[in-house]
């Protein structure tokens, strides 16, 4: 789409509007799930379910997650646990979290109706400004600006935007362009022509010839698209160690997991209990099951945003339940294959490893995994 001519200055926000309503009309994204239809409470799923997601791992998800939960009622009726059993394998779970009590304040406060006013919206957990701005707009038909990542980026490109986008000064310059450029008329349409800009055009390494901004775009004609807008800041990822513990029944290979805490890693899943160092377990093992001897398994490496997370299982196996591992409120013996499905990713694929016959000499490695 690349004219031969450069232009002198820059064009209106009119114009820039409309060129880019005229690729959503040829080429945008018109049949995702949530767009069909795009009531405000499918919007606000689906806009929780896209951060640090893509649009192809999110389709299955938010599927199943409108077949069992179609309306904030039901969705704030239900138990966290089924609520993370169906985000099981999104990660970053507390999104999950505060999608359930977002719908539990929306149920008790807003008459089950998701919010039109944007100081109400940003009011609830895990909506901010552009989560707001696309419930909005793409939900309720209002005349509101967004700022994804996608969107970061194209802006950040045509108006020769400079920094890293999550640092505030570079924010406050985008939301202002955002905002200037965003139409009054079909608003929810260029919302989305702006994101699907991002994720089909203006990638990482984009594809400047198929955009329909590219010949006035500021880092295109500067030769600059590769650093603008600027990456992280690199530092180096930590690395954190951590022992979990398989206490797992002889006679049917159940395992006893435990929830954790609400905050924090993991927070609200079920999972095995950890411990920072072999001391730490082996008192808790003295205490509670006496002299045992725990098998080493092979470790389970798990990457998260900002550090990466070595887990090393080492499992006891026991003739029947002994008083020192006892099913309790937060705790419970299940089938490797019937634990709940809030289970974090690494524990997942563990236990899946457990399954079958608990006397299994050598388990096979686990790979790392991202996610």
């Known amino acids: 789409m690349n004219d031969d001519a450069e232009p002198s200055a820059v064009p209106s926000s009119a114009d820039f509007a409309r060129r880019v309503l005229e690729w959503y009309d040829r080429q945008g994204r018109h049949d995702l799930p949530w767009q069909c239809p795009a009531t405000p409470y499918r919007v606000w799923i689906s806009e929780i379910m896209l951060q640090q997601t893509r649009v192809e791992t999110v389709r299955g998800y938010f599927d199943r997650f409108m077949q069992r939960f179609p309306d904030v009622a039901t969705l704030a009726a239900a138990d966290i646990d089924e609520v993370l059993g169906l985000w ?8 999950a979290r505060n999608l359930h009590h977002a719908a539990r304040c929306i149920a008790t406060d807003h008459g089950g109706e998701v ?26 038909g209002r005349h509101h600006a967004i700022l994804d990542g996608n969107v970061k980026r194209v802006l950040a490109r045509h108006a020769g935007i400079e ?8 924010q406050r310059a985008l939301w202002a362009v955002a905002e200037e450029r965003t139409p009054a008329e079909r608003t929810a349409a260029y919302n989305q022509a702006m994101m699907d800009l ?10 400047c010839d198929a955009c329909p901004v590219s010949t006035d775009c500021s880092a295109r004609r500067a030769g600059r698209t590769a650093d603008i ?9 930590p690395r954190r160690e951590t022992i979990a513990l398989v206490i797992q029944r002889s006679e049917d290979g159940a395992i006893l997991l435990e929830r954790r805490p609400p905050s924090g890693i993991w927070g609200g899943l079920w999972s095995l209990p950890e411990f ?16 045992v001897e725990p098998e080493p398994l092979a470790p389970v490496e798990h990457a998260f945003t900002h550090f990466r997370l070595c887990i090393h299982p080492r499992r006891v196996l026991l003739a029947g339940i002994i008083d020192g591992a006892r099913e309790g409120a937060d705790t419970g013996w299940y089938l490797p294959e019937d634990a709940p499905g809030g289970l974090p990713a690494p524990i997942r694929r563990l236990a899946d490893r457990l399954g079958g016959s608990p006397h299994t000499a050598d388990l096979p490695g686990i790979n790392p995994q991202v996610g």
């Open 88 to 95: 099981s394998g999104l990660g970053y779970y507390a999104r």
């Open 115 to 140: 919010p039109d006013d944007p100081h109400a919206l940003t009011a609830l957990p895990g909506i901010g400004r552009s989560t707001a701005g696309a419930i909005l707009s793409l939900g309720h």
């Open 163 to 170: 920094g890293w986008p999550v640092r505030a000064p570079v």
């Open 198 to 207: 991002g994720a089909m055009v203006c990638l990482r390494r984009p594809i």
């Open 229 to 237: 807008p600027a990456p992280k800041p690199k530092r180096e990822i």
């Open 276 to 291: 920072a160092d072999d001391a730490e377990l082996n008192a808790w093992l003295a205490t509670r099951l006496g002299e």
